[in-house]
């Protein structure tokens, strides 16, 4: 009986897990990406945010935010706001002053239990600062950089008329946009709206040049596909800004992700989390997302 039960035992031993098994250590905390590139890629326009994805959630995010740190050659107030537990955006008070190196730096070798990871460093360069202004009800758009106005642009906007859950998604958004990509030609759809049937009279598919990205509902600065009697005079898009030829590709030379595009005139209002769309809170209510002063 006793061979029996030390048989047993040392049975018991062997599947029982090790200290080990039963609570395996926690995977490093790293960074998985940064947004924008850094300053030998791009130049960036005087609205951009640092957005910085981690490897995995963050359970205690007022001690990994304190290790993040942004330094700038012309000095402004900034704050982050977490949007998930895996992402972190900062944004500035005021616009980045223009020709400047910002440097973002995180610091996760010091975070407790985090040894072994390596610190990130990343350094953007802002550029020129460009603004520019959509009327919607003037059907113009008014660039300016560094202040003075350069260019004055004829465009249409959303024409407005399709309802879909309480919202008419024809009408441009209103309120503060960044750009957030380029492209030369983009291929734009009527999928978005659930028109997939080119029997549809709704249907369309088309290869659109010079467009630039403002939203993540799928708003452009792009040059418009014919229709160029209605530029200056009347909206006449699905949503978009469209403009001359000539204007959409001077628009697109000179556009830098994070350059401000503010639009006026419609009573869609652009939400502050469509895209880069983080100059639509204002400086109270952004500090809120904060883990360290929200």
Partial sequence: ?????????????????????????????????????????????????????????????????SLLEVESERPVEGAWRWVSD??????????????????????????????????????????????????????????????????????????????????????TTSGVHLAMGKKPVERMTSSWMGVTDPKDPAYYDLQIPWAVRISDT?????????????????????GCVRATPAGAKWFYQISQRGDVIKITGTKRKLDWNNGWSYWQLNWTEWKKGSALTG
């Fill in 1 to 65: 009986m006793r061979l029996i039960a030390a048989a047993a035992l040392a049975a018991a031993m062997l599947a029982a897990p090790s200290p080990a098994q039963a609570a395996p250590a926690p995977k490093k905390l790293e960074i998985a990406d940064i947004t924008p590139e850094g300053a030998h890629k791009e130049k960036v326009g005087v609205g951009f945010p640092i957005i910085v994805t981690f490897s995995r959630g963050v359970v205690n995010k007022a001690a990994v935010e």
């Fill in 86 to 171: 895996n992402k972190a955006i900062y944004r500035t008070k005021h616009y980045w002053k223009p020709y400047q190196k910002v440097s973002f730096t995180a610091r996760l070798s010091e975070l407790n239990g985090n040894t072994g990871v390596k610190d990130v460093t990343r350094r953007f360069a802002v550029g020129p600062a460009n603004v520019s202004v959509v009327d919607t009800r003037k059907h113009v758009m008014k660039v300016t950089r560094n202040g003075k106005l350069v260019k004055r642009i004829p465009i249409s906007a959303g024409s407005g008329g399709l309802v879909k859950n309480g919202v008419d998604v024809y009408l």
């Fill in 218 to 238: 799928g708003e452009y600065v792009h040059q418009s596909n014919g229709a160029y009697q209605f530029l200056g005079r009347s909206n006449q898009s699905h």
